[in-house]
């Protein structure tokens, strides 16, 4: 079982930037697809980047080109740095960890991020 915890949140202006980070506990970090997932005000859960064990990374059509998922396996930590922040990015982002074999799943408690001037 993985435990994860996001921090990093906060407010920011339109075009401002922000780190997430995700620290795991309790398991074998490397087992680990481990991804960034958004849920705005009345909307669903929507995936925002994922980065696997090797480093390789997928990204939403909404992210690409502003956000960047890295993973410090040493650390046991994933980060997603978001740069040119837009209202639109307003959301609880929340930290996954999916085993890459067993597809187990687990979810932090989220971190808000408010993009606003």
């Known amino acids: 079982q993985v435990h994860v915890v996001e921090s990093g949140g906060g407010l920011v202006q339109p075009g401002g930037s922000l780190r997430l980070s995700c620290e795991a506990s309790g398991s074998d970090f490397s087992l680990y697809i481990m991804g960034w997932y958004r849920q705005a005000p009345g909307k669903q859960r929507e995936m925002v980047a994922t980065?696997?064990?090797?480093?390789?990374?997928t990204y939403a059509d909404s992210g690409k080109g502003r956000f960047t998922i890295s993973r410090d396996n040493a650390k046991s930590t994933v980060y997603l740095q978001m740069n040119s922040l837009e209202s639109e990015d307003t959301a609880v982002y929340y930290c996954n960890a999916r085993h890459r074999i067993y597809d187990t799943e687990y979810w932090g408690k989220g971190t808000l991020v408010t993009v606003s001037s």
């Open positions: 980065v696997t064990q090797r480093g390789t990374t």
